[in-house]
């Protein structure tokens, strides 16, 4: 199709993200041309339940298989239920639920079926994101960075600023927004910084059957514990030098390391590491940016917040103070990557995930017509 999506013009893209996090599934419309972002569009939520959110967990780590049917379903239904509930849309990004990311191993793993979805839906749809790039010895992650150097543009920014994404795992980019490709030398760094909100919502779970430490409140009740958060901080994933990206679990039983402690106190002390991950990868940025823009549940926490505002000189607002929507930015991303990829646009370079020349990262499966 000319241009994968048979247009040359900006077109409505559906994306969905199903995050580290575990939480559910988002969806969200962004009319671009791959390049610019023209608007954004309407977006819905489809949570896991209890227990969707156990067959998932189980899954975690698996791939390859067997026994991941349970999980696919898991996947595709609730995406298919959220997916369904837009109309006048010309393709969707699928990113799928991450199962294992181990690009200099095993590889990367987003469960759930694109060609499948295209027939359910009766739309071409753009999937497995991260391959190509971790094929051509890239980390595969993060991608979000291109659709940050759109919104950037997007918001009229001047200064080079930085966007936080605090899902499961926190990633940050760099943008200038001065450059006027994402893949041209100086427009972009990123990174995954270290766990974010997956231990925290591991120990709720564990300890009070909880999803997460919802605005903190277990947090702001305890002290951090400075032993336990040393040894994290002395954690070899630190002293890597960007792009580097992560796997949801890669360091470890984080919430053993803190099994010693009371519910407030080990809450406080993952919540602290979070946020010390982030205040560490900012000073591997190529400069200061001019502002932090938080994206993602953990700008919810405001305990996360604080710590982050307490060590940093620059702003620390949740994207929502420039117009962006920070429940759905994930999702938007992924909308905006599909056309890029349908259109034979990169979408990772060396500065996003270390890959030596752009990757264009997706597969187009067009729905029978
Ligand atoms: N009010 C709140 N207080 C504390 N934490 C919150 C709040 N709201 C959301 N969160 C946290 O944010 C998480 C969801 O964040 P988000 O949807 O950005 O993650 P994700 O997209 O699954 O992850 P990733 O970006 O790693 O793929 C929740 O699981 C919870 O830990
Ligand atoms: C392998 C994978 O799914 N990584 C996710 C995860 O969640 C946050 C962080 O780790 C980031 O690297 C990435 O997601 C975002 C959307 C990205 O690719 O930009």
Redesign the pocket.
Known sequence: MMDGDGQAGPVRALGA????????V?AAVVETDGVDIVTFGPSAYRGYSTEERDVLAQALGRWPGPGLEAAAQVVMRAHAEVLAGFDDVALVGFHGQ?LAHEPAGRGTHQLGDGAALSEVLGLPVVWDFRSADVAAGGEGAPLAPFFHHACARWMGAQQPLAFL???????LTWVDPGVDAPDAPGALMSFDTGP???P??DLMQARRGL??????AVAAAGQVDADVLARFLGHRYFSRTPPKSLD?NDFGDLVGQVSHLSDADAAATLTAMAARSVLHGMTQLPTPPQRLLV????R???V?MALLRAGLSCPVEPVEAQGLD??ML?AQAFAYLAVRVARGLPTSCAATTGVAQPVSGGIVSSAPS
């Open positions: 993200m199903s995050g580290t996090s575990l939480d559910g988002d991450t994404n605090l899902g499961g795992v926190g990633n974010a909100n997956a925290i919502n999803s997460h430490d919802h605005d903190g949801r994206t993602g549940g953990g919810q926490n405001p996360m920070g429940d994930e």
